[in-house]
């Protein structure tokens, strides 16, 4: 079974940046499209941007289009976040899994929070 350990998350500022790492125990390649999610108490885990197996298609939610930007590393069996002008309603629990998810493979996910 696939681990997923999620890093990289903390406290930032409105407008700075983050960028979250995803690391897998085993091939990621092999996992295909791989997704960042997120969740906030009370609400539903999202899905906020993916990336296909060879990392030449991604796709992102309207909420964070043109502002974060995933990417994987296949060699290294990693999936990263770059979060750019972060805003307090990026607030959230981050979290990497398959897309569509596998109940087992969810991490722990890393708390990134945006305020002044």
């Known amino acids: 079974q696939v681990q997923l350990v999620e890093s990289g998350g903390g406290s930032v500022q409105p407008g700075g940046s983050q960028r979250l790492s995803c690391a897998a125990s085993?091939?990621?390649?092999?996992?295909?499209?791989m997704g960042w999610f997120r969740q906030v108490p009370g609400k539903l885990r999202e899905l906020v941007a993916s990336?296909?197996?060879?990392?030449?298609?991604?796709n992102y939610a309207d909420s964070v289009k043109g502002r974060f930007t995933i990417s994987r590393d296949n060699a290294l069996n990693t999936v990263y976040l770059q979060m750019n002008s972060l805003k307090p309603e990026d607030t959230a629990v981050y979290y990497c899994?398959?897309?569509?998810?596998?109940?087992?493979?969810w991490g722990q996910g890393t708390q990134v929070t945006v305020s002044s």
């Open positions: 990336i296909t197996s060879g990392g030449s298609n991604t």
């Open positions: 899994n398959k897309v569509p998810p596998i109940r087992n493979y």
């Open positions: 085993g091939s990621i390649f092999n996992l295909g499209t």
